[in-house]
Each structure stands twice: as structure tokens, then as C-alpha cells.
């Protein structure tokens, strides 16, 4: 069964408006979810790591007033796109490292598809 | 900074025959090797992974790693029209830290044919 979730699975937005995404860990405590980002055609584009009571550390190059990170659970992160534009149209992807097997395994969400429009 | 080599394809083979995919590495202290399959906007899924020297098989799936070489595949035998997909190799360093980041490489594109 899934082991993590997304939601919204899809979203459609004007520009300005800021969109929140959750990700769940629906079978284990997570400490460290990571948040992808992936153009059409291109590679996943690892933006942050959200780790559980602390900040999030972001990869260079992501704004991290623009993607907020809150990770308040050990089971819930969510990530918010402020004043979306649209160029910030994407698919998002949340990742859980697991303990099903060794603890750098980590476990894709099925994704968030922004469109700003 | 690590790098991780994968020759993008696509790669055609026909029903039933065996795929295999190959994917390079930089970082030499590598410790964790991955093999994801991502189907046409969707979410990658983990197939594989492999953490020693030698083969690792699961069902039709075998990974192949080389740490000598710096080398790591994956073979699909009796490959069927569902593998279709892209497969992503990924690896991590040693546990801790940012070492638990995932780096990807650009994917292969297969698709097997009916």
C-alpha cells in the first residue's frame, strides 16, 4: 500500500495567490521528508529538506521565502508557493526517508501538479 | 559534487527480451544505490536497491553493482510492454548528515515493444 500521500494531487491557481501542498507519512514517524521539484521532461530538482521541529534546509538557488517549509509533525510536511507565478508551474514531489529498509531509502508521494495560471 | 551518468535513450527492446540499463558514479564514498521507475507524469517508484558488491535480484528485476568500476545496472528480463517507463538511478552517501540526499541521474527512457 502507499506508504506516502499527497494532496492536493492536482491544482490550478491565478498568479499572486499562494498554494499550500501536504505531504503525509502514513505508515511510519518521519523525521526528514524531502520536497522535489520536475519540469516536463527534466530530472527531479531536489528544492529542500524538511526535517521534523527545525527548519528546513533548502539547495541553493530555492528561494526560501517564496517555498515555505513546515514540518510541525513526524507524520506532516507542507510545502507553500507564495505568490505563485508561472513559471512556478510543476510537479511537486514530496519524498519520506523510510525505515522499511535501510534509513537512506526514501518513499515518493504520488505528486502535485501546479498549474498558475 | 556527485554526479550520476545514465545514458538517456531511449532504449527500445522488444517483448520478452531482456532490458538492461546502466548508470555511473562520481562520489567513490557512495554507500546506497537506488533504481526508481517513473512513468509519464507520475511519481518515481523505488524497484530497487542494492548496497554491496554483487547481484541482487527481485522477481524479473536484477541490480548489478561494481563499486570498483563505479557502476551499478539493472536488468528486466522477459521485459513486457508495462516496463515501459523511465528508470532512474540514484545514489547516497555515507549515512548522516546530507548524505541522506538523493542524487539522481537523468534517467533512461525504455520502452519495449509489443
Known amino acids: 500500500g502507499a506508504v506516502v500521500s499527497q494532496h492536493p494531487s492536482r491544482v490550478i491557481c491565478k498568479s499572486g495567490t499562494s498554494v499550500k501542498i501536504e505531504c503525509r507519512s502514513l505508515d511510519f514517524q518521519a523525521t526528514t521528508m524531502f520536497w522535489y521539484r520536475q519540469f516536463p521532461k527534466k530530472s527531479l530538482m531536489l528544492m529542500a529538506t524538511?526535517?521534523?521541529?527545525?527548519?528546513?534546509?533548502?539547495e541553493q538557488g530555492v528561494e526560501k521565502d517564496k517555498f515555505l517549509i513546515n514540518h510541525a509533525s513526524l507524520t506532516l510536511s507542507t510545502l507553500t508557493v507564495t505568490s505563485a507565478h508561472p513559471e512556478d508551474s510543476s510537479f511537486y514531489i514530496c519524498s519520506v526517508r523510510g525505515v522499511r529498509g535501510r534509513g537512506d531509502t526514501q518513499y515518493f508521494g504520488p505528486g502535485t501538479r501546479l498549474t498558475v495560471l | 559534487q556527485k554526479e550520476v551518468e545514465q545514458n538517456s535513450g531511449p532504449l527500445s527492446v522488444p517483448e520478452g527480451a531482456i532490458a538492461s540499463l546502466n548508470c555511473t558514479y562520481s562520489d567513490r564514498v557512495s554507500q546506497s544505490f537506488f533504481w526508481y521507475r517513473q512513468y509519464s507524469g507520475k511519481s518515481p517508484e523505488l524497484i530497487m536497491s542494492i548496497y554491496s558488491n554483487g547481484d541482487k535480484e527481485d522477481g524479473r528485476f536484477t541490480a548489478q553493482l561494481n563499486k570498483a568500476s563505479q557502476y551499478v545496472s539493472l536488468l528486466i528480463r522477459d521485459s513486457q510492454p508495462s516496463d515501459s517507463a523511465t528508470y532512474l538511478c540514484?545514489?547516497?552517501?555515507?549515512?548522516?548528515?546530507?548524505?541522506?540526499?538523493?542524487?539522481f541521474g537523468k534517467g533512461t527512457l525504455l520502452t519495449v515493444n509489443p
Open positions: 524538511s526535517n521534523e521541529g527545525s527548519k528546513a534546509t533548502y
Open positions: 540514484a545514489v547516497t552517501g555515507p549515512s548522516g548528515g546530507s548524505n541522506y540526499k538523493l542524487t
